[in-house]
């Protein structure tokens, strides 16, 4: 008598086991909800549509290119919260948030071109003119370092060398005022104190200057 009741819950147990795991196949098996996500990533400037724009949503497999018409589109988007991720050579870095719902989400995009000038085999990024002339202590330790534009905020005084480049390519890169610039590259020591490089613009004559000089500023980066 009790082989059978033993019996009888045996299989009573793996009956409810077996549903169970069916339900859990089951559950499984359910499709994920999902959405688009789609938009348009135009100049900042221009408000033209931009081509060629990398958009990628972090952290999954969806990744394209804008058309000539600027338009981006992802498909069968998993419900969630994401980063959007829009870059292009030469442009401003943009990252912004997008929630997916089981619909069509739009989410547009600004960049802005950025200034650059080729040098020993990398392209530079190059900041707005800084707005004022500054010591070299607080340009370096700072400004350039508090620094944050066009989405990125790694930038640096230029050495001596990229700022001559600079100097070379100012009517392409634009907005250099006819004042002295202040280089990164470390000159001599004098009898009043030590001097760095820097570059008149309006006739591209190298001086030395003391830390304690108030000279202009334009950080860069590189960009590759």
């Given at each position: 008598m009790q082989?059978?009741?033993?019996?009888?819950k045996n299989i009573i147990t793996?009956?409810?086991?077996?549903?169970?795991?069916?339900?859990?196949?089951?559950?499984?098996?359910?499709?994920?909800?999902?959405?688009?996500?789609y938009g348009i990533i135009t100049d900042k400037v221009t408000g033209e549509p931009v081509k060629g724009v990398n958009v990628e949503l972090l952290?999954?497999?969806?990744?394209t290119q804008t058309g000539a018409d600027g338009w981006y589109k992802f498909t069968e988007v998993n419900i969630g919260e994401y980063e959007l991720q829009v870059t292009k050579?030469?442009?401003?870095?943009?990252?912004?948030?997008?929630?997916?719902?089981?619909?069509?989400?739009?989410?547009?995009?600004?960049?802005?071109?950025v200034p650059t000038f080729q040098y020993?085999?990398?392209?530079y990024m190059v900041a707005p003119d800084a707005g004022g002339a500054m010591i070299l202590t607080y340009a370096h330790y700072s400004y350039c370092q508090e620094l944050t534009v066009y989405g990125y905020s790694d930038w640096r005084l230029p050495t001596k060398d990229e700022l001559q480049q600079?100097?070379?390519d100012k009517d392409k890169i634009g907005g250099f005022l006819d004042k002295v610039y202040w280089s990164s590259t470390y000159s001599r020591r004098a009898s009043s104190g030590d001097l760095y490089y820097c570059i008149?613009?309006?006739?591209?004559?190298?001086?030395e200057?003391?830390?304690?000089?108030?000279?202009?500023?334009?950080?860069?980066?590189?960009?590759?």
């Amino acid at each position: 008598m009790q082989k059978k009741t033993k019996r009888k819950k045996n299989i009573i147990t793996l009956v409810v086991l077996t549903l169970t795991l069916m339900t859990l196949g089951a559950s499984c098996q359910k499709k994920q909800e999902t959405g688009t996500l789609y938009g348009i990533i135009t100049d900042k400037v221009t408000g033209e549509p931009v081509k060629g724009v990398n958009v990628e949503l972090l952290s999954t497999d969806h990744k394209t290119q804008t058309g000539a018409d600027g338009w981006y589109k992802f498909t069968e988007v998993n419900i969630g919260e994401y980063e959007l991720q829009v870059t292009k050579q030469g442009y401003s870095f943009v990252k912004s948030q997008v929630s997916v719902q089981n619909n069509s989400v739009r989410s547009d995009a600004q960049i802005e071109f950025v200034p650059t000038f080729q040098y020993n085999g990398h392209t530079y990024m190059v900041a707005p003119d800084a707005g004022g002339a500054m010591i070299l202590t607080y340009a370096h330790y700072s400004y350039c370092q508090e620094l944050t534009v066009y989405g990125y905020s790694d930038w640096r005084l230029p050495t001596k060398d990229e700022l001559q480049q600079m100097y070379i390519d100012k009517d392409k890169i634009g907005g250099f005022l006819d004042k002295v610039y202040w280089s990164s590259t470390y000159s001599r020591r004098a009898s009043s104190g030590d001097l760095y490089y820097c570059i008149l613009f309006s006739t591209g004559d190298v001086l030395e200057g003391l830390p304690s000089s108030f000279l202009h500023v334009r950080p860069i980066r590189i960009e590759n």
